[in-house]
């Protein structure tokens, strides 16, 4: 079955960075554009990032875009984020997710909160 498995959330301070992974399994991942998304307390989930099948082509939201990077690695079944000059308002939950076949998959989600 279609699994996703994110990593690398944590306690960050303001100006700094961190990596999340998707680890993905169960299905053909170089096939799918793969999304990251996030949500915060109290607020409707945004979405973050996309990259296409090859890692070609990316999209970020206005909020991230020169300070996110997503990237994947087919070999390995991932997708990452890297996430530089964190920001307190870019504290929520990440989430990874692929549109498969018509249904929308999520991972568990993964903690950051960016605070002094």
């Known amino acids: 079955q279609v699994q996703l498995v994110e990593s690398g959330g944590g306690l960050v301070q303001p100006g700094g960075s961190l990596r999340l992974s998707c680890a993905a399994s169960?299905?053909?991942?170089?096939?799918?554009?793969m999304n990251w998304y996030r949500q915060a307390p109290g607020k409707e989930r945004e979405l973050v990032a996309t990259v296409i099948t090859n890692g070609g082509s990316t999209n970020y939201a206005d909020s991230v875009k020169g300070r996110f990077t997503i990237s994947r690695d087919n070999a390995k079944n991932t997708v990452y984020l890297q996430m530089n000059s964190l920001r307190p308002e870019d504290t929520a939950v990440y989430s990874c997710?692929?549109?498969?076949?018509?249904?929308?998959?999520w991972g568990q989600g993964t903690q950051v909160t960016v605070s002094s």
């Open positions: 169960g299905f053909a991942f170089s096939s799918y554009p």
């Open positions: 997710n692929a549109l498969i076949w018509l249904r929308i998959y």
